[in-house]
């Protein structure tokens, strides 16, 4: 498999270390950095899982990359453990924040192969041996002092950089603030329709409210002690009456109705007839 362009540390260093004799030389276990200058020079593997031996890979030696293996030309440097331990790295460093509190650790290294530059840095937040824990990505100028097992920025807290690898609280923790994000901005949404609405609804309630009357009023009905009434009937009014009379009850005063005073309409009749 022909080497990529950039590699991350943690993949370099769970891989078995084959040689082109076709011996095997361990699984990597520290990194050989030089971190002044931001710079991985190599590797170093265990050969066995007993005794001090170490071996020291330069990085120059890696030929080709498995999908366990890790294939590389020559043959590595004797060393021991004492003095892989004197070796000088950022890995596993507290990342220490603006007011002195611990932010992470420095979990892993995204390389450059062929010069061994580092790109940038991978800190973690909670212990970076855990299995799907978060990733974020530190460059090298973030930082403003190196100390041995120290790092020191001026950050605040992790989240002001950004994101590499969501593990799956952080990844629900993301979408849940996208989506209350996205439902804050429907529902100022909604709200600037409704107000847009509402305002010119009562735009319209004032200009309706506002119009002059029509050129034709509306008719109103006549007073039932006007002329008009009189005219609607068909006769004249009375003036020395409140009411008045319908045309067709209409009888003459100076004849009573002889059904309400029956004695009184004989006696009239009996003066008129002189007969009777």
């Given at each position: 498999m022909p080497l990529p362009d950039h590699l991350?540390?943690?993949d370099l260093l769970r891989r078995q270390v084959r040689c082109d004799a076709g011996h095997e030389h361990g699984v990597?276990?520290?990194a050989w950095m030089h971190p002044p200058v931001h710079r991985l020079l190599g590797w170093i593997s265990k050969p066995s899982s007993f005794g001090s031996k170490r071996l020291a890979w330069r990085l120059n030696q890696l030929r080709g990359l498995g999908e366990l293996e890790l294939f590389v030309q020559g043959e590595g440097a004797d060393t021991d453990q004492l003095t892989v331990e004197r070796l000088p790295t950022l890995i596993d460093a507290a990342l220490v924040g603006q007011q002195g509190q611990v932010l992470g650790s420095v979990a892993d290294a995204a390389v450059e192969l062929s010069s061994g530059r580092i790109l940038h840095y991978l800190v973690a937040r909670s212990d970076p041996r855990l299995p799907g824990s978060s990733r974020w990505r530190l460059t090298p100028d973030r930082l403003l002092d190196q100390q041995p097992g120290q790092v020191v920025t001026a950050l605040s807290q992790l989240d002001e950089l950004p994101l590499a690898r969501a593990s799956v609280r952080q990844e629900f923790l993301r979408r849940s603030r996208r989506w209350r994000d996205q439902i804050g901005e429907e529902t100022s949404r909604l709200r600037d329709q409704f107000q847009d609405v509402g305002g010119r609804f009562e735009e319209r309630l004032e200009g309706w409210l506002e119009e002059p009357d029509g050129l034709n009023p509306p008719r109103r009905s006549p007073s039932v002690d006007g002329p008009e009434a009189w005219e609607s009937w068909g006769g004249e009014p009375n003036p020395d009456s409140s009411r008045y009379e319908p045309p067709g009850d209409r009888r003459s005063r100076a004849r009573p109705?002889?059904?309400?005073?029956?004695?009184?309409?004989r006696d009239q009749d009996s003066e008129e007839?002189?007969?009777v």
């Open positions: 991350l540390l943690s990597g276990a520290l109705d002889p059904r309400q005073s029956p004695g009184l309409a007839d002189p007969w």
